[in-house]
């Protein structure tokens, strides 16, 4: 299970709220629509999708993401809440999700719940991790930890399917799928030379389970030796994404 710290999150790794900015105009949101932020961080895309005039209500796992968001929005509404089970006593005009479903292992499971959380017709737009996502990194990690004996793919927090098979999940869930895309996204991560280390920091905790704080640094020296000649780039670390987006209708006759 990943460790979620969200002043870190805010301070560090901030472009990932930032590259979300794009997908509301996918999302289209209109006055008093009714809108979830499915895995809301800490609030910033909730807050724009609302300043849009649409009612919001953002959801996590994470108490320390929530805390944070009603503390930079105390005018919205927050919640702690699994994705899998979270039900609400109205239904969504519309899911919002932003590099969340990729941390998501059981997608049938999820889709399924947010089916059950729309309007007929509702619509689901989304964007996280697709197939070969930070592979690189994956990659690096992995022949790394082999010197350790560890097991990667049993601390493994990562869902990275392909289009095909993600459309077809939402298919067979009661989905009509408008429009998925595939695509590659070089992103620079912020913080020089420390900028693979913010990210290792933030979203990889459970790889490096039992090791200790002077451990880990080690450990990312050798990823990030492994690693240097492909991704660091002018004194800038660029992350290999590769990142599905999907917009998706609710079948009212599922």
Not at 120 to 129: D, I
């Amino acid at each position: 299970m990943n460790e979620w710290n969200a002043t870190f999150y805010d301070e560090k790794v901030y472009f990932v709220s930032k590259l979300g900015e794009d997908l509301i105009q996918l999302l289209s949101p209109k006055p008093h629509e009714t809108i979830l932020d499915l895995g809301c961080g800490t609030g910033d895309l909730t807050n724009k999708i609302a300043q849009e005039g649409a009612k919001t209500l953002g959801i996590d796992s994470s108490p320390d993401m929530i805390n944070k968001a009603r503390e930079k929005y105390p005018h919205l509404s927050f919640e702690v809440q699994d994705a899998y089970q979270f039900q609400s006593k109205e239904t969504f005009d519309a899911v919002f999700s932003n590099a969340v479903l990729h941390w998501i292992k059981e997608p049938t499971k999820v889709i399924k719940n947010i089916w059950f959380n729309l309007k007929p017709h509702g619509r689901l737009v989304a964007e996280f991790g697709g197939k070969g996502n930070v592979e690189s990194i994956f990659l690096a990690i992995k022949e790394t930890l082999e010197e350790y004996q560890i097991d990667i793919e049993s601390r493994n927090p990562w869902y990275f399917p392909s289009i095909g098979e993600y459309c077809t999940l939402l298919e067979k869930n009661g989905f009509r799928v408008l429009n998925a895309i595939h695509f590659d996204r070089p992103t620079p991560l912020p913080g020089g030379e420390h900028g693979l280390d913010h990210w290792l920091d933030m979203f990889t905790d459970s790889f490096f389970q039992g090791f200790s704080t002077t451990e880990r640094r080690e450990i990312y020296q050798k990823i990030k030796y492994n690693l240097h000649s492909k991704l660091y780039q002018k004194g800038t670390w660029v992350a290999d994404y590769k990142r599905l987006r999907i917009f998706a209708i609710k079948n009212k006759d599922y």
